[in-house]
């Protein structure tokens, strides 16, 4: 009796190995890890699955913008840029008013391709101000005009990142023009706290509300800032992932993890970023799924995402990001060395993010891995209970 007592012994530490060994899998297979990694990961799995295989059938702005990312990214596809030059360099030549690479001013995409064209161009290393016989800076003054109040607006993030890049272009008034197009959408209302574009979203909030930052010293637009990055947290579910369309969204999670990380909230862009984990795709290595399936923008937004968390502990042009980490210079003395912090320093002097710091279920298990720690659990308590009644009727014996 006593050796089918230790038997019975050995099979319930042997099942709580199998529980906790469960356990831990399940939750190694929900982390995160180094941000530059993910991004590395992210950027090259989009552009061998996704942006190197469109570009044979043709190119749109839409692609010049991705590749834009995949290049500040880091990644390496010499075949892709080259072809992308080509249609540029052919577009810009014979450019016209009409648009450029499938854009309009009709539907307010002029001020959008051209600002995701000059972003590209800059990565690549070209003077946009003189690329085939055209200044583009010029060029993008006159789409934003031309495209109104039909404008996307998506493009103000792009068209403000081309202002403070081409500082040396006399851009007049439009840096303005640009914040009081966003301001002027701006709503508080039952429907949402922000952007106002076919509704309010995460998505809109992390898009186009986020490009305030930069002036965020005017008390009306930390307001704005504040109200809706507060808002998008409100939509936060126990995992800590952002609900939209009525389930946890992985675009909706990855742009508020850029709307965290341009805000200087660090402690909330991390938990979205541990959030981004359970939205990873168990077929493809660096893909985003969007309802089960590899997604192309669910991929995408990833990139937007964690472009602008790696920029927020590194700096990046493209981006106002609160939180810029500056390098200590030969003349910082030890006092103001002991007296910084790097999660404090700010590119500007500007009020720290008031949002309640996120405290997301970051090593919640996908429902398969939960079907499997129910199952080892009820193996366990099996065992343990045949345990204590083999050990009962070894008493009364």
């Known amino acids: 009796m006593k050796k089918r007592l230790v038997s019975m012994m050995t099979a319930f530490v ?4 199998l529980v906790f060994g469960t356990m831990t899998s399940a939750f190694a297979e929900e982390s995160m890890g180094d941000v530059a990694d993910e991004l590395s990961a992210t950027a090259n799995a989009y552009m061998e699955n996704y942006l190197a295989p469109s570009v044979e059938d043709g190119i749109g702005y839409a692609q010049v913008l991705a590749a834009a990312l995949c290049l500040k990214s880091g990644v390496e596809a010499d075949e892709v840029y080259a072809t992308i030059d080509e249609a540029l360099a052919d577009a810009i030549s014979n450019y016209s008013e009409g648009g450029i ?5 009709e539907y307010g995409t002029t001020a959008y391709a051209l600002a995701a064209t000059i972003l590209y161009l800059e990565e690549r ?5 003189d690329y085939e016989g055209q200044d583009l800076t010029a060029l993008l003054k006159e789409a934003y005009a031309a495209d109104g109040t039909a404008i996307n607006p998506y493009a103000y993030q792009l068209v403000l990142a081309v202002i403070n890049n081409e ?3 006399d851009w007049g008034t439009l ?15 039952d429907t949402g706290t922000g952007y106002d574009y076919w509704g309010v979203s995460a998505d809109n909030n992390g898009m186009v509300i986020a490009a305030l930052v930069e002036f965020l010293d005017e008390d009306e637009i930390s307001d704005i800032l504040q109200s809706s990055f507060d808002w998008v947290y409100s939509l936060n579910d126990e ?6 369309w009525g389930a946890a969204n992985p675009d909706s999670t990855a742009l508020a993890l850029k709307f965290a990380a341009q805000f200087g909230a660090a402690d909330t862009a991390e938990a979205y970023y541990q959030a981004l984990a359970q939205f990873k795709s168990a077929n493809t290595e660096g893909l985003y799924i969007y309802g089960g399936e590899d997604s192309s923008f669910s991929t995408l937004d990833a990139i937007w995402g964690l472009l602008a968390y790696n920029a927020s ?4 042009y493209w981006y106002t990001i609160v939180n810029v980490t500056e390098e200590e210079t030969e003349e910082d003395t030890e006092e103001d060395v002991e007296e910084e912090t790097v999660e404090e320093t700010t590119a500007t002097s500007t009020p720290t993010p008031t949002v309640t710091t996120a405290v997301a279920s970051t090593d919640s298990p996908s429902t398969g891995d939960a079907d499997m720690l129910y199952v080892a659990f009820g193996f366990a308590a099996v065992l343990g209970l045949g345990v204590l009644t083999m050990k009962k009727r070894e008493e009364n014996l």
């Open 313 to 316: 502990n590194e700096g990046i």
């Open 239 to 244: 995992s800590g992932a952002v609900v939209s």
């Open 101 to 105: 690479l499938g854009s309009s001013p």
């Open 125 to 129: 290393g070209v003077d946009v101000t």
């Open 167 to 169: 500082a040396d272009t």
């Open 175 to 189: 840096k303005d023009t640009v914040k009081e197009a966003i301001v002027a959408g701006y709503v508080d209302g």
């Open 14 to 17: 042997l099942s709580l190995v």
